[in-house]
């Protein structure tokens, strides 16, 4: 399997890739046209900041299976279209949190003593010491946009430069905030009271310019601002009028709405405004830990499945697959075995996790029984992680529900099909905590290893009828491995699931379907 590295990485990760047997195509820098052409053949694509993997990136990429982003911002992908195409899309959350929270303090400073202008200014023989005061940050009140890892990082020093800090973070309790001695405030009161603003949120839809000019006219006269998240969060014409009018005393900016900055931005015309070229996660340190850690989510996933650090589909860790890959197993076969023998089109599943089961992470167990059920129609098009987009898109409903109690069995997965010929029900358990059972199917009980080429037959109990089955399968050379028959509690009709060496012939089913006492018979690929 073939990865693609598209920006620059540690070394570090590379040889893990390599060590892994990957073949890696180290390219930093491509074009977009460039991007396109290499990625159509790859199943891996490891990014930073710098590659911009849009809808039309996505389309190109025919084996792609996992996106790796060796960083924390994921606002570069266009992660529905990852979803759409069941690309795994993960990143080093944390890898880069000290490294970034350094730089916005050592921004914080520069800023705050003008080092960069001072800097420039001696090197040009000149000696201005007037020109370069500065403020101190001490009793100062910090304001926070976002107290996540980086903003709990930059709290934490702020804090020890005896800064006072606010924070805004409608996802924290103030209660959290306030036992590290943050005050949380509303956004409004933080802009009216900080002397300098620092942000730390992703970019979304809720924060793309959350700094415009309505946000600067609350702001005190004369605070500083830190930008070391994302370009797009300030609106940067509005930043460059406040810093006119001044409002705004100074600007400290690692990142840019557009990347690389152009020379002609107004903003690097400014005195007041210091920059740096998105170095936030620019460390020695920060850039081994994520580069080694991707590398270690690509090889895992695409070598063992193993899903660490997903964005669009449930994490397993190494320990809890080695629980669950039984009950994945199960719950797929359950999906294959009821999308084969529903009648009509499927419009609602649902699905019942009974004893054991229901203490478990359900989501990945859903995603799997989604994917065997679309499997028949959609084959290699779902996967688990466009299983309950691909679903949705067919207008099918997923209704999950638990619950502790069950009637025989310790754990039990009940899956109820509603199609529009009517319902199906198909229920299934672990037998020995390891191998798929098939225990009931629309109230027949049985117990049926659901794998391989199978046949399910519906017809009437009376004697002689499971002989003939026998005979016209022998006729076409067809031999039965396993058979498993369920009985109505009238013992008028019965269910019987059939394990063949091989897929059964058309010719074959034409003969059973002639049985009388037959009355449906279905070849099952499980
Ligand atoms: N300059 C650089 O090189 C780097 C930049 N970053 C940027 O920093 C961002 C934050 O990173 P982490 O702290 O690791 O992420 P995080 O997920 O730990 O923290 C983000 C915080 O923002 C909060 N938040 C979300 N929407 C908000 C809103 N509308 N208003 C206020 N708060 C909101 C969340 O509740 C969360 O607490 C990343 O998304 C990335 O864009 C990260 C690493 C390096
Ligand atoms: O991790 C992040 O979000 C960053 O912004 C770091 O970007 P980079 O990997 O240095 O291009």
New binding site residues.
Partial sequence: MKVLISDSLSEEGLEILRQAGLEVIYKPGLSPEELKQEISEVEGLIIRSGTKVTKEIIASAKKLKVIGRA???L?NVDIPSANERGIVVMNV??G??LS?AE?TLALLFAMARKIPQANASVRKGLWERKKFMGVELNGKVLGI???????NIVAERALCLKMQVLA?????TPDHASKKGIELVSLDELYKRADFITI?????K??HH?LNKEAFAKMKKGVYIIN???GGIIDEEALHEAILLGKVAGAAL??FEKEPVSVDHPLLKLDQVIATP????STVEAQKVVAVEIAKQVVDFLLSGIVRNAVNVPSISAEALKVLQPVLNLSEKIGLLSAQIAEGAIEEVEITYKGELARLEIKPVTLALVKGLLSPFLKEDVNYVNALFRAKERNIKVVEATTEETEDFTSLISVKIKHTQGETLVEGTLFGKKEPRVVRINGFRLDALPEGHMLYIFNEDKPGVIGKIGTILGKHRLNISRMYVGQDPMKKRNVILLSLDQSPTREAIADLEKEESVYLVKPLEL
């Fill in positions: 960083g924390t911002g606002d959350p944390g880069n949190t970034a730089h946009i976002g107290l996540g890892r980086i903003g805004y973070d409608p996802f924290v730390h949120t992703p970019l979304t809720e924060t959350l070391c998240a994302r690692d990142v998105h170095l936030g996660a």
